[in-house]
């Protein structure tokens, strides 16, 4: 991301906003262009008719008889007036409504579409996930706004300036001319306004962009955020980035304010100068009173016009700003383009791929040198595995393949063809790739399978699913292949998702098949039968497997050794063993001496005697027709237990927000402002300012009222001494405009900034005090929370800004101008206030129509803003598996309903605004015509009738605005209620509570007693039934058992991201549900099977372990532990070398070790180990395994594991069935039951070809 100060000041041109509009946009907005021009000049015709109606009743003076048929024929011209009004008002605000809602979702469609052609570097180092989700939740809204309705404003406005002027000139030039001096001075005042805005709205919408990657960070890994108690963590770093925000929020308040009322004041104070210099021209020019008066009332409708502009103006600023980064984003040429249909398509594909002095550096590391002159050649058809340590280049040879990168020298090649020679589409389309950390989208199974191929059947779907052993568990499911896996695939277990990850691969049917440690998450029965599958489709194709396990490759045609960039060795496995001092044997025997125990202790066991034993012999019938199946009861069972782990009731989120009580309207607008009581007198002072700057405009109206009769003043001497008067008054209007309006704008700007700040950090702390339970939803992904934190805030703010201060100052102006309409003629007023429930009921209308579409309109953008960010936070998935269009295509059709609720709208919006013109031009006509009967009649003045005239004229205008606000307080609505459902919340699990046991010191104990557990989506599927155990402190135990057969939910229950159903989980004897939280994960050390790191520095993501506050030589200790200092060190940057969006800039298992690194400086009582080690290659795993077994002497531990090998010398081992723990003890005392449980698996990890 750029820094501020670079990019903090850009924006683009205004007409580059509309770069995307189509044929129909262009019509729109001509058409809509010609209404505004009509509603606009609307204003300074009816200038016309007022200097007529002003000759009318001062020529009329001393003959009342001829007035009503004088005033009649003129007042008629307020009906044509306000006809043509109407239907120029319905063209604009309807045809700029509905374009600017169509250009902005082909903005929002663009910029997806662009972001996901990027080219991996890209997002490595000029953006991330949080980023994008809030440019596309928060800036596509300030850019819609800022080509939608209000350009057809400022048009209208910027018509009724020029037209006020012409109508001036022509009525009497040399008082306009006079009046056009003060126009540079209006210029240059909106200008420098416009361009310091600007400034700052763009540091703003940084600032916030900052504050979503936090977000996006933070939820995506909420439960790592969660063990290591980093809720306080998360909440102090957003309030940083929101404190930047809120900052130039300020600032940019305060110049609006200054800006706008110097803009009002040059306008007042020249009214000032025209009522002097007029007199002159009535006394030596032979100007009519009447002239004077309509050139001066055109100059008032034109300058006003420049005051109401300022919105728009501002509007503008911060839509050119936010447009800057996106456009940039939608016009930047990658330098590896997918869309690029350009490029060889070869009609057939060999399979050579060849690495020819390949020399490459990470565009975020470029310091660093991964390859030089790297040199690998792998025939077509054959298996060629890449072994190595971690962090050696392994993965960046894939990388290199599937051309996310190219390298700086050397070149690539497939069947001799430089790969930047090919389509990069037809390229992606040849290769299948399973990565080590299974990606999965938030959608169906059937779904993510489908992924693989475009138009793939439901039959070839399944059989994929069937390939990759993933059709038993999927089949047992309530939904079937239509279950939600959940926001990147948490409702899953990782054996589950890697398995839905592989029969992906297999259904795209790929020449190239790039395996990743593709089964490292996998159980040893699932294992065997998805490398069976693999082994199937591999057969004539390409494959390159990049394997830490030794085991698992040993049938490979080709083996090469990796080493600082280099291939050391390359050959089969048995002519690699030829050379005992070689780089490949040293790793075999690494491997050999890290499983020498579990080998020598397996080997007991006569593999025979514990498969004739252990498995009925009609199982061993079908196992014999079958690879795939085993038969054994237990086996059976243990799928039943996977069914348990992983149902999910897809219908079950609609009845979890039902616990979520919205709040009532009105009790939420109380809570808004009780939440902004603290700055009470502040808003006094705003709103005292406010209604100063609504009284203004009445205040003006009555003097010009006054003014009529100086003008028709026979004796000069009293024309002159009249008017010295009134101009030194509206000098006093003009000063009071320096005071008011900037005091309104800085004052409420400062509350809705406040305002916006504390509600994104209550909504962000309610957030991350969820229990876990809570991020099940759907509803709840990190993708949806962004998008809500962003536009909830930002239109709540709205309300307390604009909307706000425009209320009260409205407000003031109808009241004021009540008083003096009644205070001239209480009958004519109150004639023309019955007119006033007509103005009130259409806006009433309008805005009751649109309550409906609100709503709906906001959760349709967090669908389309969950389906972006899933697929920007897993753009290699994407690019890998051409999903680019695929992903587009699913976002627009989430926004199709929201873009045609906005359509309706503004048809909607249309009709109440064309209305309300008509009936605000009528009461002007029925005004003079009754005036002029009153006069007629002598009951009042014809200087009166203009006095209540000007007084419903402000008071109009002060309705008419607050119409307008009708469509931001319906968007305030649903976000109100959405905010406030966040807020009342109240966790079961409180990070936050300090309620609670914390005990002097914990020994270790752990029992689960008569557990039950359902997970709160998926109530449906029972996963324990009453487990017991117990675990001594400072023993090991391990828990072992079918992928999804709820081992990791031990570990989940043990951290309290959930609670058991019923049942007892007691550590040191005491129910953990009675323990400080806080206490408790303070004191267990969670290493999970995927790493989650932060964006940041290694150090801060060691230091993560205790809040930060971990000292440098604990920090290089942990690392030391962990075997990650060596790595780290020969980083250019060392320690403060940043890990990248979701530490991307590391290799799997360098991830794994700073992981486990932050375990170990944590210090825990207990640590919990969930395949800890199953992203280490055999050197790492061994050292690693070696500082575990060191650090959890003294600790209780308990290790979930899918390889037996691993945890052969732990005190305890628990085999987990069907909800429950069918045997315990250790290794040698479950081999001694050959037909147990354990002993069949030992049996099956022994005969697994994998291994």
């Known amino acids: ?723 010295d008067f009134w101009s030194a008054i509206f000098t006093a209007l003009a000063a009071a405009c320096l005071i008011v309006v900037p005091a309104q704008i800085a004052s409420f700007g400062l509350i809705g900034q406040r305002l916006i700040r504390r509600i994104r950090r209550q909504s962000f702390g309610a957030v991350v005090r969820q229990d876990i339970g809570w991020f099940d939803d759907p509803s709840n992904s990190s993708g949806a929370i962004s998008a809500r934190l962003s536009t909830d805030a930002a239109y709540v703010r709205s309300l307390v800004g604009d909307s706000m201060s425009l209320a009260v100052q409205n407000v003031a102006t109808i009241v004021t101008g009540l008083i003096i309409a009644f205070a001239a003629n209480w009958t004519l007023a109150l004639l023309i206030l019955a007119l006033v429930p007509l103005l009130a009921l259409q806006g009433a209308t309008q805005t009751k129509m649109m309550t409906g579409f609100s709503k709906n309109a906001k959760e349709t953008y967090q669908d389309a803003t969950k389906v972006a960010n899933d697929a920007v936070s897993s753009i290699r998935t994407v690019a890998s598996y051409c999903m680019e269009q695929k992903m587009v295509r699913l976002y627009m059709q989430k926004c199709e309903v929201t873009s045609k609720s906005g359509i309706r709208n503004g048809m909607v919006s249309g009709a109440a605004l064309g209305f309300s013109n008509f009936v605000l031009y009528g009461s002007y006509a029925l005004s003079f015509w009754y005036g002029a009967r009153l006069v007629e009649e002598g009951k009042t003045t014809f200087q009166k009738v203009f006095r209540v005239f000007f007084a419903i004229t402000m008071s109009a205008l002060g309705v008419s605005q607050a119409v307008t606000l009708a469509p931001d307080l319906v968007k305030v609505k649903a976000s109100v209620r959405s905010i406030f459902a966040t807020l009342d919340r109240k966790s079961k699990i409180d990070p936050f509570n300090a309620e609670g046991k914390a005990l002097e010191g914990m020994k270790g104990d752990i029992e689960f007693r008569h557990v039950s557990f359902r997970y709160p989506s998926r109530p449906d599927a029972q996963v324990f039934r009453d487990m017991c155990f117990s675990l001594e402190a400072g023993k090991t135990m391990a828990l072992v058992g079918e992928s999804g057969s709820g081992k990791s939910t031990v570990i989940a229950l043990l951290e309290r991201f959930y609670d058991p159903d019923s049942g007892e989980i007691l550590i040191d004897g005491i129910n953990i549900k009675t323990m400080s939280l806080r206490w408790l994960r303070q004191h267990i050390g969670l290493v999970s099977q995927e790493p989650i790191l932060f964006s940041g520095t290694i150090r801060s993501n060691i230091a993560y372990a205790r809040e930060g506050r971990v000292a440098e030589e604990e920090i290089e200790a942990a690392a030391t532990t962990a075997n990650a200092h060596k790595f780290i060190s020969a980083l250019p940057d060392g320690y403060n070398t940043q890990v990248g969006d979701r530490g991307m800039q590391l290799s799997g298992g360098q991830k794994q070790r700073v992981a486990i690194a932050r375990a170990v400086a944590k210090e825990p009582r207990i640590l919990l180990l969930d395949e800890a080690t199953s992203a280490l290659d055999a050197e790492s795993e061994s050292v690693v395994q070696e500082a575990l077994d060191r650090i959890m002497v003294g600790k209780t531990t308990l290790i979930v594991a899918h390889r037996l090998s691993t945890i052969v010398g732990v005190d305890v081992i628990a085999v987990v069935n069907n909800g429950v723990i069918v045997e315990r003890g250790s290794h040698s005392q479950l081999m001694s039951k050959p037909n147990g449980a354990y002993a069949s698996l030992v049996k099956l990890h022994l005969s697994s070809p994998a291994k």
Not at 5 to 34: H, Q, T
């Open 1 to 723: 991301m750029d820094h501020p100060k670079k990019a903090g000041d850009r924006s683009v041109a205004f007409y580059k906003l509309f770069s995307f509009a189509d044929g129909l946009d262009l019509f729109l907005m001509l058409l809509g262009s010609f209404g505004a021009v009509g509603n606009g000049i609307a204003m300074p015709l009816m200038t016309i008719i007022f200097g007529q109606l002003t000759n009318a009743f001062g020529e009329s003076a001393g003959n009342t008889s001829q007035v009503v048929d004088t005033v009649s024929r003129v007042a008629l011209r307020f009906l044509y007036l306000g006809c043509g009004s109407a239907i120029a008002a319905l063209l604009e605000l309807c045809c700029w409504m509905c374009t600017g809602e169509r250009q902005a979702a082909r903005i929002r469609s663009l910029y997806l579409k662009a972001i996901l052609r990027q080219d991996i570097p890209f997002f490595d180092t000029e953006t991330n996930t949080g980023e994008v989700m809030s440019r596309m939740s928060g800036d596509t809204i300030l850019i819609q706004e800022a080509m939608g309705e209000k350009v057809g404003k400022f048009i209208q406005l910027s018509t009724t300036f020029l037209g006020g002027f012409v109508i001036a000139f022509v009525k009497g030039w040399r008082l306009a001319l006079v009046l056009l001096s003060v126009i540079p001075l209006l210029v240059a005042t909106g200008g420098a306004m416009a361009i310091l805005t600007s400034r700052m709205a763009t540091r703003g919408q940084m600032a916030y962009a900052e504050a979503g990657t936090l977000v996006e960070q933070i939820v995506g890994g909420i439960k790592t955020v969660a063990s290591f108690g980093g809720e306080k963590q998360a909440v102090d770093k957003y309030d940083k980035a929101l404190d930047k925000a809120y900052r130039a929020g300020v600032r940019q308040s305060v110049v609006a304010g200054a800006g706008l009322g110097a803009l009002l004041c040059v306008v007042f104070g020249s009214y000032a100068f025209a009522l002097w210099y007029g007199s002159k021209l009535i006394l030596h020019r032979g100007y009519t009173g009447g002239d004077v008066l309509n050139v001066i009332f055109a100059v008032l409708m034109g300058g006003s016009s420049l005051g109401q502009a300022s919105p728009c103006i501002s509007a503008f600023a911060a839509g050119r700003a936010a447009a800057c980064k996106m456009f940039e984003a939608i016009h930047r040429k990658p330098s590896i383009d997918a869309s690029d249909m350009g490029g060889l398509t070869p009609d057939r594909v060999v399979g050579d791929i060849e690495l020819r002095s390949v020399s490459f550096r990470y565009p975020a590391r470029p310091e660093v040198a991964v390859f030089d002159n790297f040199s690998l050649a792998i025939p077509s058809g054959i298996t060629a595995a890449l072994v190595g340590e971690s962090g050696s280049g392994k993965s960046t040879v894939v990388s290199l393949i599937e051309r996310f990168y190219d390298p700086q020298a050397g070149a690539v090649l497939l069947d001799g063809i430089d790969v930047r020679r090919l389509q990069v589409k037809w390229l992606r389309e040849q290769i299948g790739l399973v990565s080590q950390e299974p990606v999965l989208f938030g959608a169906s199974i059937k779904d993510n399978i489908s992924y693989g191929k475009d138009g793939a059947t439901d039959e070839e779907i399944k059989r994929a699913a069937a390939l990759a052993n993933a059709s038993k568990f999927i089949d047992k499911m309530p939904q079937g292949y239509s279950t939600h896996v959940g926001d990147h695939g948490t409702q899953l277990s990782g054996g589950q998702k890697q398995r839905i990850a592989i029969a992906r691969a297999i259904l795209k049917n790929p020449r190239i098949l790039l395996l990743d440690e593709a089964t490292s998450a996998l159980d040893a029965e699932s294992e065997r039968v998805v490398q069976d599958a693999l082994d199937g489709i591999m057969v004539h194709r390409t494959t390159v497997i990049v394997a830490h396990r030794l085991s698992t490759i040993k049938n490979a045609n080709c083996i090469a050794v990796v080493q600082r960039g280099n291939v050391v060795e390359k050959g089969t496995h048995s002519e690699l063993l030829q050379k005992p001092d070689g780089a490949y044997s040293q790793l075999v025997r690494l491997q050999e001496q890290h499983d020498e125990r579990s080998k020598h202790s397996l080997a007991k066991v006569d593999p025979d005697e514990v498969v004739e034993q252990s498995v009925p012999q009609r199982s061993l019938s079908r196992a014999s027709s079958s690879r795939g199946s085993f038969g054994s009861r237990l086996l059976r069972s243990f799928s039943a237990a996977a069914r348990s782990a992983i149902e999910e009731n897809a219908n079950n989120n609609a009845n979890n927000k039902s616990e979520e009580e919205k709040p009532q309207l009105t009790q939420a607008f109380l809570r808004l402002a009780a939440l902004n009581k603290p700055e009470a007198p502040l808003a006094v002072a705003g709103g005292l300012a406010a209604a100063g700057h609504g009284v203004l405009f009445p205040l003006f109206g009555l003097l010009l009222s006054n003014m009529i009769g100086t003008f028709f003043e026979t004796s000069r001497h009293k024309l002159r001494k009249d008017v």
